[in-house]
T-cell receptor
């Protein structure tokens, strides 16, 4: 079974520029998550999708971050404009569904550096 | 809301010895507790999980114990090997089915 695919692996941009990340979840997984992981910390949930609908985006800085999952499979996360504090690893995860006992499986993330 | 605390932040053990990482949680309604291993440059990898109706679960050299009364759970790794060196995260699933994460433990295996 193929895992969660993310691209690019690394991205370096200057502050105030825009950037986009792409995620392809495990086949058949209805739930998709985007996390932000700052160095030395655990992942922080940004947004959760169930199929192509948003379940929770309460921790997404909506003035600069946006995400979509138009066909209920792939997803993109965008930052515009980027700030220095956005330097982090952006992780995508997927699970069969949103319920209890559903393990989340992670991609290897995109490491974003803001200059 | 749920809060998860994890200790220690760094653990150094001799190869072949056992390692124990402990987590506490605050919400008694939490009922699913996964453990993840994260190697440098990789995403977190699920290594073992436990549901609240079970007190202990084993998978080869790895075991997890859960004490619902005390609201704590622990990861036990026996016969540690160099490839066990990584950062380990515990998590608890809250009532919204979202994972609340600990801060991580850096495990160092000394040869």
């Amino acid at each position: 079974e193929a895992g969660v695919a993310q691209s690019p692996r690394y991205k370096i941009i200057e502050k105030r520029q825009s950037v986009a990340f792409w995620c392809n979840p495990i086949s058949g997984h209805a739930t998709l998550y985007w996390y932000q992981q700052i160095l030395g910390q655990g992942p922080k949930l940004l947004i959760q999708f169930q199929n192509n609908g948003v379940v929770d985006d309460s921790q997404l800085p909506k003035d600069r971050f946006s995400a979509e999952r138009l066909k209920g499979v792939d997803s993109t996360l965008k930052i515009q404009p980027a700030k220095l504090e956005d330097s982090a690893v952006y992780l995508c995860a997927s699970s069969l569904g949103p319920g209890q006992y559903q393990p989340q499986h992670f991609g290897d993330g995109t490491r974003l550096s803001i200059l | 809301g749920e809060n998860v605390e994890q200790h220690p932040s760094t653990l150094s053990v001799q190869e072949g010895d056992s390692a124990v990482i402990k987590c506490t949680y605050s919400d008694s309604a939490s009922n699913y507790f996964p453990w993840y291993k994260q190697e440098l440059g990789k995403g977190p990898q699920l290594i073992i999980d436990i549901r609240s109706n079970v007190g202990e679960k084993k998978d080869q050299r790895i075991a997890v114990t859960l004490n619902k009364t005390a609201k704590h759970f622990s990861l036990h790794i026996t016969e540690t090997q160099p490839e066990d060196s990584a950062v380990y995260f515990c998590a608890a699933m809250d009532s919204n089915y979202q994972l609340i994460w600990g801060a991580g433990t850096k495990l160092i295996i000394k040869p």
